[in-house]
């Protein structure tokens, strides 16, 4: 397995020999490489099993760093970097070529991201390029966030996990990116969708169900648990699934069985996002047949949180 440890120097040296590093990040963890680096990048794809046509995130410390490797940046991604990074923002902007074709998955764009954990902003100070990283899960699973999530599942494919505690979102960034002026969210995420509309004005949302999408992020089954997943309404399911032996997810409301997981005893979406991904793990090991989900309000990352409950129910199966 891997080894769990905060040690940046230890982090730097193996990405600076074109290994791979798990980081933190407020959002989730991610798997990290030297982003100018194609090579260190194909074994990004390698170890994920991902395919090629699904490009990669790029992480800077900072706005005035993200200008080295994107051609122009708009007006209102402007905006929207100086109001929200560090934090749960990816914007798609033109690249430079200094940028890898596989990285962007031979797309003119790159994602650019400004994370806001501590130790991996220090990490990203100390590098001189910049981190390629994709959450660290197999392709298609849910996302990790915690060290213990990505040694479970990656331990044995990579040497380091530099550990920052459970990540305090919980929820993958929010994708921005421009058509013509127009801006455009490719897939919703750990900054609402409120808190950009009311900085740049409406903005235009992408359908999740396409099956040739923009953003993998996008398609419909992604982020999913192996257990079979179902929403709805709880004392519904729980009836129609009657004889199975079944995990309950809920939001905040306490319906006495068995196996069931709270995401927000107080009814916070931001603390319900925090606890969704590993609530999905726990299910995943546990004796259950079935993961019964309700949906929780569309309202700040309530709209994430049942995005993500969506795709998993579509499955990976
Ligand atoms: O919070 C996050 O964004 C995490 C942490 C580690 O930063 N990263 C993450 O990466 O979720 P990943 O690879 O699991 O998801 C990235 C999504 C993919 O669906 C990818 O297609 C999309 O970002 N993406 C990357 N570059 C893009 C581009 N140029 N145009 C459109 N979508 C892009
Ligand atoms: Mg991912």
């Known amino acids: 397995m891997a080894e769990i440890g905060t040690d940046i120097t230890r982090a730097k040296m193996l990405l600076d020999s074109g290994e791979l590093v798990a980081i933190p990040t407020e959002t989730v963890y991610g798997l990290a490489c030297n982003a ?4 260190a990048a194909a074994k990004v794809f390698a170890v994920k099993n991902r395919p090629e046509f699904d490009p990669l995130i790029v992480h800077v410390p900072d706005l005035q760093r993200a200008h080295s490797y994107v051609t122009a940046i708009p007006a209102k991604a402007k905006l929207l970097a100086e109001n929200f990074w560090p934090g749960p923002l990816t914007l798609v902007l033109q690249k430079k070529s200094l940028i890898p074709d596989l990285v962007s ?3 003119d764009t790159v994602g650019i991201r400004c994370p806001a954990h501590p130790l991996t902003k220090r990490l990203l100070e100390t590098l001189e390029y910049p981190l390629a990283a994709p959450s660290a899960n197999p392709f298609g699973y849910v996302s990790p966030t915690a060290a213990t999530h990505v040694n479970d599942q990656l331990g044995r494919k990579i040497e380091y996990i530099l550990d920052g505690g459970p990540s305090f979102i919980g929820l993958e960034s929010t994708i921005v990116g421009f058509e013509g002026d127009i801006p455009v969210v490719y897939r919703l995420g750990g900054l609402s969708l409120e808190s950009i509309e009311e900085l740049i004005g409406t903005v235009r949302l992408m359908s999740h169900s396409s099956s ?24 519904t399911l729980i009836k129609q699934y009657q004889g199975k032996r079944l995990g309950v997810l809920t939001f905040k409301d306490d319906y006495n069985t068995g196996q069931q997981i709270i995401l927000s005893a107080t009814g916070s979406l931001d603390e319900a996002a925090r ?5 999905l793990r726990t299910f995943d090991e546990m004796d259950i047949e079935i993961i019964i989900a309700e949906f929780v309000p569309e ?11 969506r795709r998993a129910s579509s499955g990976l199966r």
Do not use: E
């Open 36 to 39: 100018l680096d194609a090579s």
């Open 105 to 107: 998955a031979g797309l």
């Open 212 to 235: 040739n999408p923009r953003s993998p992020g996008q398609l419909k089954s992604h982020y999913s648990p192996m257990k079979t997943l179902v929403t709805g309404d709880v004392n």
């Open 275 to 279: 606890n969704l991904f590993s609530a």
């Open 299 to 309: 309202t700040g990352l309530g709209l994430a949180i049942n995005d993500r409950l």
